[in-house]
């Protein structure tokens, strides 16, 4: 039975990550229909699923900051930058990938910042975002 419950393990991981990719693809497209509370739901959600989803977490923290909400829109950013350090890649081919992927969310804190009429730190996320990307 122990066999088993590996092979469950898995299906049941590979399930949730299917679903938390759904809910974030969703999200963002209904960031485009306003439905910025559903969109901030189904990030959420998918942060359930999958806790280190920097994708997610960029996004959530955008339209955190579209939604008005400043103080909640800088920790998503923040820990996707963290938690893009820490994932492992598969190899050096993917190294570019991740820089881009660096750049799209510092030029989010950027936006954040610039939002809560903090201009010096937003140029200088806009400025490292350019210089990544």
Known sequence: MACHE???ERALASQR???ANLLHTYGGSCIWEGRLGEVIRDYSRTL???PSDFMALSGRGQVFAEAGELRRAIEDPDL???TLKTVSRPDSSWDKWYEQIEAFVHNGRGFVLAGRGESGPAINEFETSTKLS
Request: overall charge negative; cysteine-free.
């Open 48 to 50: 359930e699923l999958e």
């Open 17 to 19: 990550a299917v679903l």
């Open 80 to 82: 996707a930058l963290l």
């Open 6 to 8: 590996g092979i469950q």
